[in-house]
């Protein structure tokens, strides 16, 4: 049994929409824990095995996983049959595992240090350019009216992606076919789905 550590609305979420595309829920024991929000309120956890007390955080067996992009990672592998992830051999593999790092390598980076406001540092353009970038690399991508990143169906990089329009849409590009996708992601019964979970139903391990 594998057991996702997960605390609402946060990076976790993430993975608990993933849980519930892949229908592996049966699979999975979710932990809820604490974690220092934002706001002051919060508390590391100490039943929260990851080595930064962050989430998410998944324990198979003697294996812990951190990181999202691992998270994701690991399970679209693990159960290949939800179809969430492209695997080795997958033509799709390709694009999967670079969305997936561009999130975690670039998105994330570029958008953390606009919040901060160091995002036009040279330094920091040298390695990661920027917001416009970023716009303009997911613009080309539904160019040509794709549904998904990787074409008709859905994948986990999707879920991950997608995320940070979800908590700021006032970043969201002005693209109408990234907007669409927006939203498209958004509408998906699985995010209803942890809303409702996260609400306060969510079964604690
Ligand atoms: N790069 C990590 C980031 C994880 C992360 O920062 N999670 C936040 C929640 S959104 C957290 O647990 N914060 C608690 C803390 O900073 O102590 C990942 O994507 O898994």
Redesign the pocket.
């Known amino acids: 049994m594998l057991t996702l550590y997960h ?1 609402p609305r ?3 979420s993430r993975i608990l929409a993933l849980v519930h595309e892949m229908d592996i829920r049966d699979r999975i024991t979710l932990h809820h824990v604490e ?3 934002i706001d002051g309120s919060g508390t ?1 956890d100490a039943t929260n095995p ?1 080595p ?5 955080a998944l324990r198979d067996g003697d294996t812990l996983i ?4 691992a ?1 994701a990672l690991y399970l679209t592998d693990m159960f290949p049959e939800a179809g969430l992830g492209p695997v080795v051999g997958d033509p799709q593999r390709g694009p999967y595992l670079a969305w997936l790092a561009y999130y ?1 390598g670039v998105m ?1 980076p570029v958008y953390n240090a606009q919040v901060a406001g160091v995002g036009d540092h040279p330094v920091f353009r040298a390695s990661f350019r920027g917001v416009a970038e970023v716009e303009q690399r997911l613009t080309d991508a539904f160019a040509d009216g794709r549904s998904y990143l990787l074409g008709d169906s859905l994948s986990a990089a999707d879920l991950i992606v997608q995320s940070p329009y979800m908590w700021f849409p006032d970043g969201a590009p002005a693209d109408a076919r990234v907007k669409a996708w927006i939203d498209r992601v958004a509408a998906r019964p699985s995010y209803a789905w942890v809303a409702e979970m996260e609400a306060g139903s969510m079964a604690v391990a």
Do not use: F
């Not at 951190?66 to 992009?69: A, F, G, K, R, W």
């Open positions: 605390a946060s990076r976790a974690i220092p929000r590391p990851h930064d007390r962050k989430v998410p951190i990181e999202t992009i998270i975690a994330e």
